[in-house]
């Protein structure tokens, strides 16, 4: 009798420019609903599945997928200090542990990289668990800037925005083209905030609501995922979809996306489209950033409650 295959066995591909890859952990425990068995699900640019990788060393949510300049994929599994990095040939490297919750990272041109930390307080939000530092918090809710070779070069306190859960620092981030600064959220919080890598200040805030009260969840006037594009634009995603600012924080466009939960975007390798993920609906999409609309919606058939497309990139050759 033929051998039945082994279902956890990695597929993923050597990658090719246009690949896709999503963050989409298969969620299996009952009692924890972040809880799982991790995932990078790999497809070409035309959507077409090519392979799977099932993560080594992971238990939650794998989010913020990102590529470094020699392709190296990077994600975290930020909820148990894990850092997952894929190389070119689809292989997963060494796990890197950093001590803390890490969830985002940046590429500066010297090889260093800035990485936000995902988690502040000492009590994350009901259904799910986390690892904890030392002394019992979840974490500072900072940015940290790495050498190549992972050394610390330096630690900058940063301004977190007040939401409604209280146990998220600095959720996404993204480098602007010049080098000089990353634009963060708190993700649901009423901030675009934004720090200078190299002295740490914490410089005026690109966009925001003062007046919202961050607590009010039917107000939700609130940011989520920010990328820039190349020409210093930012995407963000919102509550009602997709928005691209100016320099100046000025709204050049709002494209409006199906359903709420858009909590991963990226630019594609034609930066005249984005990529995007609902952690609720388990959709991803591809917009045209220009006719302001989607262009292409895939399913993974992850919906909430088993919420779990949770990063998403394209890799652009390296």
């Given at each position: 009798?033929?051998?039945?295959?082994?279902?956890?066995?990695?597929?993923?591909?050597?990658f090719?420019?246009?690949?896709?890859?999503?963050?989409?952990?298969?969620?299996?425990?009952?009692?924890?609903?972040?809880?799982g068995?991790?995932?990078?699900?790999?497809?070409?640019?035309?959507?077409?599945?090519?392979?799977?990788?099932?993560?080594?060393?992971?238990?939650?949510?794998?989010?913020g997928?990102?590529f470094?300049?020699?392709?190296?994929?990077?994600?975290?599994?930020s909820?148990?200090?894990?850092?997952?990095?894929?190389?070119?040939?689809?292989?997963?490297?060494?796990?890197?542990?950093?001590?803390?919750?890490?969830?985002?990272?940046?590429?500066?041109?010297?090889?260093?990289?800035?990485?936000?930390?995902?988690?502040?307080?000492?009590?994350?939000?009901?259904?799910?668990?986390?690892?904890?530092?030392?002394?019992?918090?979840?974490?500072?809710?900072?940015?940290?800037?790495?050498?190549?070779?992972?050394?610390?070069?330096?630690?900058?306190?940063?301004?977190?925005?007040?939401?409604?859960?209280?146990?998220?620092?600095?959720?996404?981030?993204?480098?602007h083209?010049?080098g000089?600064?990353?634009?963060?959220?708190?993700?649901?919080?009423?901030?675009?905030?934004?720090?200078?890598?190299?002295?740490?200040?914490?410089?005026?805030?690109?966009?925001?609501?003062?007046?919202?009260?961050?607590?009010?969840?039917?107000?939700?006037?609130?940011?989520i995922a920010?990328?820039?594009?190349?020409d210093?634009?930012?995407?963000?995603?919102?509550?009602?979809?997709?928005?691209?600012?100016d320099?100046?924080?000025?709204?050049?466009?709002?494209?409006?996306?199906?359903?709420?939960?858009?909590?991963?975007?990226?630019?594609?390798?034609?930066?005249?489209?984005?990529?995007?993920?609902?952690?609720?609906?388990?959709?991803?999409?591809?917009?045209?950033?220009?006719?302001?609309?989607?262009?292409?919606?895939?399913?993974?058939?992850?919906?909430?409650?088993?919420?779990?497309?949770?990063?998403?990139?394209?890799?652009?050759?390296?």
């Amino acid at each position: 009798m033929q051998a039945l295959p082994d279902l956890k066995t990695s597929t993923l591909k050597p990658f090719e420019k246009g690949d896709i890859f999503l963050g989409c952990t298969y969620l299996n425990n009952v009692n924890d609903d972040h809880m799982g068995e991790g995932r990078i699900l790999q497809f070409d640019k035309e959507w077409r599945p090519k392979g799977t990788l099932y993560t080594e060393g992971t238990k939650y949510l794998i989010v913020g997928c990102r590529f470094a300049p020699d392709g190296t994929l990077w994600s975290f599994d930020s909820q148990n200090h894990v850092v997952v990095r894929v190389n070119t040939d689809g292989k997963q490297l060494e796990n890197w542990y950093p001590g803390r919750g890490l969830g985002s990272v940046s590429f500066c041109a010297d090889g260093s990289m800035v990485f936000g930390e995902y988690f502040i307080g000492s009590e994350i939000w009901k259904g799910t668990t986390a690892k904890t530092l030392e002394d019992g918090r979840l974490g500072d809710g900072d940015v940290y800037k790495y050498d190549a070779d992972l050394n610390l070069l330096n630690h900058f306190p940063a301004e977190n925005a007040p939401e409604f859960t209280n146990f998220k620092g600095v959720t996404h981030s993204t480098m602007h083209p010049s080098g000089e600064f990353i634009t963060y959220t708190t993700e649901t919080a009423r901030r675009l905030m934004r720090l200078n890598i190299e002295t740490g200040e914490q410089m005026d805030d690109l966009a925001g609501f003062p007046d919202a009260d961050p607590y009010d969840r039917k107000d939700k006037r609130w940011f989520i995922a920010p990328d820039y594009l190349p020409d210093g634009r930012l995407l963000c995603t919102t509550a009602e979809g997709l928005q691209v600012f100016d320099e100046s924080g000025g709204i050049l466009k709002t494209i409006p996306l199906p359903g709420y939960g858009w909590a991963q975007v990226c630019h594609d390798v034609d930066t005249r489209y984005a990529l995007a993920a609902n952690v609720f609906t388990g959709a991803a999409a591809r917009i045209d950033l220009e006719d302001k609309q989607p262009l292409q919606l895939i399913d993974t058939g992850f919906t909430a409650p088993f919420r779990s497309l949770a990063g998403i990139s394209v890799y652009g050759g390296s």
